[in-house]
């Protein structure tokens, strides 16, 4: 959207869901001129039709909402497009054959997509995925409290994991990680942070681990945290349980190991973050609706690894011991950023269309 604006374009942005309304909100202060916007209504009518007067449509695959085709636009791009579970059904195709330009999601996805729009005449697939690009912006951009830094960095990198987006259905592959004699200090990032989840993941761990201690750390109450007495715990096994939401992404980046949680339930989280920020990462065998995995398998292989059982994962955490970060190896590294590099050209293929 920035390089639209560079380029005195006009920007309508139609949104859904409440969480991102505040970002629209703030975005839109900032550029009062280039943008106007609207939550969509539940059900398409005149009124958006009358109130867009966009000439093309950009729509993401993660909000895709079929009945936005019916606006007049001369013009429409799919962004993070894939067909992965998908079955090639006739509504699929007549959804396709709106667009100009589709841009997959992966290598994998663009030469499926190619063969699927094969016999579409005048649809352009690209590839690209642009959350690296995002990943990376949010990373340079972290502001993590000084206290938490202090107390992560106070502990031995090799001894730590942060379980991102977890649930309690993952914590089972921890067990032989908690039995071993060594001293391992476990992060816990919960998926849903309610008082009740909290209180419910405080009971398994009393019930399963009662002899290891779990901490609840809330950023609302940094200024109370006891830092000289927490950083004592840096010589037992400890179970840190973090109560805020929003720094997930960047937490990932002063840890080494990460669980990613979510692979015993509908499907994992994000891979992609932690892959990012260069940390070896594991999760569950949820993975048929993630594009993700797909996408650092191809930039980063074996950056991240699946894992079904508790000893599975041990033989996970021992390995990835023994070799050094991903993004440390050069190959990897190279793929990674040229990769965020590109995204110059899919903004401009996009903006053209």
Not at 66 to 75: M, R
Not at 150 to 177: C, R, T
Not at 187 to 212: D, G, N, R
Request: glycine share 4%; proline share 5%.
């Amino acid at each position: 959207m920035i390089k639209a604006i560079e380029l005195d374009q006009k920007i309508e942005l139609i949104f859904t869901s409440p969480s991102v309304e505040r970002k629209v909100q703030q975005f839109y202060t900032k550029h009062p001129e280039s943008i106007r916007y609207l939550r969509m209504p539940l059900l398409l009518d005149l009124r958006l039709s009358r109130w867009s007067k966009a000439l093309g449509l950009i729509m993401c695959r993660y909000d895709f909402f079929p009945e936005l085709l019916l606006l007049p636009t001369q013009k429409k791009v799919l962004a993070w497009a894939s067909l992965k579970g998908k079955s090639p059904s006739f509504w699929l195709k007549a959804v396709y054959k709106s667009f100009d330009l589709v841009i997959a999601s992966t290598v994998e996805q663009t030469a499926a997509l190619k063969n699927f729009t094969s016999q579409m005449p005048g649809i352009e697939v690209a590839t690209y995925d642009f959350r690296p690009l995002q990943i990376r912006h949010r990373l340079k951009q972290s502001q993590i409290p000084q206290k938490l830094i202090e107390l992560i960095n106070s502990q031995d990198k090799e001894d730590q994991i942060i379980v991102g987006s977890a649930w309690e259905n993952d914590f089972h592959l921890f067990d032989q990680l908690l039995k071993d004699p060594m001293n391992v200090h476990l992060w816990l990032a919960p998926h849903q942070l309610s008082t009740t989840s909290l209180e419910q993941i405080k009971a398994y761990w009393k019930k399963h681990f009662p002899h290891i201690e779990v901490v609840s750390l809330n950023l609302k109450h940094l200024d109370s945290w006891p830092l000289e007495k927490l950083l004592q715990k840096k010589e037992q096994t400890t179970i840190w349980l973090l109560e805020s939401p929003g720094i997930l992404v960047e937490l990932y980046s002063l840890f080494n190991y990460v669980y990613v949680g979510g692979g015993f339930g509908r499907s994992i989280h994000s891979v992609l973050e932690p892959a990012v920020a260069g940390c070896k990462v594991c999760c569950g065998p949820k993975i048929h609706r993630s594009t993700e995995i797909d996408l650092v398998n191809e930039l980063s292989p074996g950056q991240v690894s699946v894992v079904n059982t508790a000893s599975e994962f041990s033989t996970w955490w021992n390995s990835a011991h023994q070799t050094s970060k991903p993004l440390e190896d050069d190959k990897a590294f190279k793929a990674m950023e040229n990769w965020i590099k590109k995204s110059d050209e899919i903004i401009g293929l996009t903006l053209a269309h």
